[in-house]
């Protein structure tokens, strides 16, 4: 079992940033490409970004990209995701995962979420 534990969320103005932080615990959380998805009101849950269990590997939305970083420290057991240049639209509620397999997943653990908004 992995836990995943996000923080980092809240409130902020349009054009500002915030920075996630998910917290692994249990087994071996370098083990596991992880990666962040996003949750809007009366959407479907959507990929954000991945990275790989090296780190060497990232992936992006097209709707993020240029914006917002994904980052890991598995010495930490906590990966990151930088946000930068926030619209209206990326409000959601934020969720990291990991997967063993690959970043494409399927994700086999979720953390809880962490509440995104930003106003305009």
């Known amino acids: 079992q992995v836990q995943l534990v996000e923080s980092g969320g809240g409130l902020v103005q349009a054009g500002g940033s915030l920075r996630l932080s998910c917290a692994a615990s249990g087994r071996t959380f370098s083990y596991y490409d992880m990666g962040w998805f996003r949750q809007a009101p009366g959407k479907e849950r959507e990929f954000v970004a991945g990275i790989s269990w090296r780190g060497d590997r990232t992936s992006y939305a097209d709707s993020v990209k240029g914006r917002f970083t994904i980052s890991r420290d598995n010495a930490k057991n906590t990966g990151y995701l930088q946000m930068n240049s926030l619209k209206p639209e990326d409000t959601a509620v934020y969720y990291c995962?990991?997967?063993?397999?690959?970043?494409?997943?399927?994700?086999?653990?979720w953390g809880q979420g962490t509440q995104v908004t930003v106003s305009s």
């Open positions: 995962g990991a997967a063993r397999l690959r970043i494409a997943g399927p994700y086999e653990y």
